[in-house]
């Protein structure tokens, strides 16, 4: 089984950045693709980015041109660089890994844009 460990979070201001970090262990081995989903409150859990095995990336429209996702294979750690932030980017961020038909999820880490 995987073991996802999200950091990062916090409060920040309308324009500003922060990092999050997915720090992944345990049964790593032939884990396809990691991404990172958010879910704010009242809402439901919605896509926001993922890096596959060969280093291809996607993003959800909401947060392209201002969110990066990253890896560090060396680390077994991904990472979400998030700049330009809105407040509609308020939510918990969910750090998820892929190893064929299964998902593993980490606790999650709160990001929280004041206006």
């Known amino acids: 089984q995987v073991q996802l460990v999200e950091s990062g979070g916090g409060l920040v201001q309308a324009g500003g950045s922060l990092r999050l970090s997915c720090a992944a262990s345990?049964?790593?081995?032939?884990?396809?693709?990691m991404g990172w989903y958010r879910q704010a409150p009242g809402k439901q859990r919605e896509f926001v980015a993922f890096?596959?095995?060969?280093?291809?990336?996607n993003y959800a429209d909401s947060v392209k041109g201002r969110f990066t996702i990253s890896r560090d294979t060396t680390k077994n750690t991904v990472y979400l660089q998030m700049n330009s932030l809105k407040p509609e980017d308020t939510a918990v961020y969910y750090c998820?890994?892929?190893?064929?038909?299964?998902?593993?999820w980490g606790r999650g880490t709160q990001v929280t844009v004041s206006s």
């Open positions: 890096i596959s095995i060969d280093g291809s990336t």
């Open positions: 998820n890994a892929v190893k064929s038909l299964l998902n593993s």
């Open positions: 345990g049964s790593i081995f032939s884990i396809y693709k």
